[in-house]
């Protein structure tokens, strides 16, 4: 089973440390969102990417499967007053989201952790959009004083062909900043259909 991150550590998360190597600004500018998108983060944590995101665009899912997260988030908004955001509490292989429902699927070091890759892959098929993406951000694989240990991480290019195994074809590769990869898929089956 992969490890999880641990709630109770849930400040890391929002240091000014980690905003100083993963910019959620800059990150969320690079994933070309807008009022319109439907943006769901599959492993939110305490929302420090569903959060401003909820500036940009229409609907946020705030996704994980801690509850301790959700809590976090929940009361992050309930403080600023954000209408659109949504919590739910998902478990291991499955997401909470209707067919067709979501613009952007957004996992920000999250695939290394998971244990069932293939569900997680067919259901954000099932949810995304025609024409939607999913972004993952991971860490580097490399050493590190930071993060999660190096045989625990995945390499860009064996996240991209796990996900091109679950019918995704990668779109770009973006810099998350010195430790962190960002990629971009679309589903091979849209692109198939030509769009």
């Not at 949504?86 to 291991?92: A, K, P, R, Y």
């Not at 580097?140 to 064996?158: F, T, V, Y």
């Not at 810099?175 to 849209?190: I, K, P, Q, S, W």
């Amino acid at each position: 089973m992969a490890h999880k991150f641990n709630a109770k550590k849930a400040e890391i998360l929002d240091s000014a440390d980690r905003r100083k190597f993963l910019n959620p600004d800059s990150i969320l500018q690079k994933a070309g969102l807008s009022r319109d998108t439907v943006f769901a983060d599959l492993g939110c944590g305490s929302g420090y990417f569903a959060i401003p995101a909820s500036l940009i665009v229409k609907k946020v899912y705030a996704i994980d499967v801690q509850q301790e997260m959700l809590d976090i988030v929940r009361e992050k908004i309930r403080v600023v007053k954000l209408p659109n955001i949504e919590i739910l509490l998902s478990n291991e292989s499955s997401i909470p989201l209707p067919d067709n429902s979501v613009d952007v699927l957004f996992m920000a070091n999250v695939f290394h952790e998971l244990d069932d890759r293939v569900a997680i892959l067919r259901e954000a098929k099932r949810i995304l959009s025609g024409s939607g993406r999913m972004i993952i951000i991971d860490w580097k694989k490399m050493e590190m004083e930071m993060g999660p240990p190096i045989e625990e991480r995945l390499s860009e290019d064996e996240v991209v062909s796990i996900c091109e195994d679950g019918d995704f074809r990668i779109q770009e590769r973006l810099h998350a900043g010195a430790y962190n990869y960002m990629l971009v898929f679309v589903r091979t089956e849209y692109e198939r259909r030509g769009r």
